[in-house]
């Protein structure tokens, strides 16, 4: 049935691949292992029909990505420094704060080198055109023997880590800390104590890749 419905979607977007107007490219990718383009108009759209799986081998073409209740857009047009949602939802994700420091050639969006946010970094998705993204050698942090391994930025942006005493989630970046999303079970708790506490017993952090600042009670009990 998957075969059929693939065959399907083929057949009826074939006049959407290999697109002589270049603005209209959306991504390249291989369909049927041939390297071809899929046109702009059957991204994160139902053009072709509700029987639509994907155009492309790798099925990169149905990465969407629903941002905000006005704004759905492929993975690749996010985090590229150019605003496709009007609300910048496709900009202002969390995912952008942390990206990598080398740069691919995305298969969709900007024909151009990106950085990538490190959270597409071995996701068993090949972001970029050479797959660079799920080759293990990007630099990293942490071990598994406290579960704090993660990709960083790079070799000198090793940062200490909050980690989470409850649920599933087992540490969460200072930036993502005191964010209104209780990740850690703890979190939210641990914020609301620490907006009492006064000057003396508060040390400031750097964090994120935009240099954001924020009062770390370093007295706290779990940080």
Same mark, same amino acid.
């Given at each position: ?17 290999? &697109? ?30 509700? +029987? %639509? ?17 006005? &704004?759905?857009? /492929?993975? /690749?047009? !996010? ?18 704060? #942390? ?22 970094? #071995?996701?068993?998705?090949?972001? &970029? ?10 630099? #990293? &942090?942490?071990?598994?023997? +406290?579960?704090?391994?993660? %990709? ?13 005493? /409850? ?17 850690? $079970?703890?979190?939210? !708790?641990?914020?609301?104590?620490? $907006? ?13 890749? /935009?240099? #954001? ?11």
């Amino acid at each position: 049935k998957q075969w059929y419905q693939r065959r399907v979607a083929i057949t009826a977007g074939i006049d959407q691949t290999n &697109c002589s107007d270049t603005a209209k490219v959306g991504l390249t990718c291989r369909i049927n292992g041939a390297l071809s383009t899929v046109s702009n108009n059957v991204i994160c759209n139902t053009y072709i029909s509700q +029987n %639509y799986t994907s155009l492309c081998d790798d099925a990169i073409d149905t990465q969407c990505q629903a941002l905000s209740p006005s &704004c759905t857009v /492929h993975k /690749h047009l !996010m985090c590229d420094n150019e605003t496709n949602c009007e609300d910048r939802s496709d900009e202002d994700n969390s995912i952008c704060e #942390s990206m990598t420091e080398a740069t691919c050639l995305r298969k969709g969006g900007r024909r151009v080198n990106l950085t990538i946010p490190l959270s597409w970094l #071995s996701d068993g998705i090949e972001d &970029c055109m050479d797959g660079i993204d799920e080759k293990g050698t990007w630099p #990293s &942090c942490g071990s598994n023997a +406290n579960e704090t391994w993660r %990709y960083v930025t790079n070799s000198t942006s090793c940062e200490d880590v909050f980690l989470c005493w /409850h649920g599933a989630t087992k540490f969460i970046e200072f930036h993502e800390l005191c964010d209104g999303f209780d990740s850690c $079970g703890n979190e939210n !708790m641990v914020c609301q104590k620490a $907006g009492h506490r006064t000057a003396e017993v508060v040390t400031t952090a750097l964090v994120g890749t /935009h240099g #954001s600042e924020k009062l770390i009670f370093y007295c706290l009990k779990g940080l």
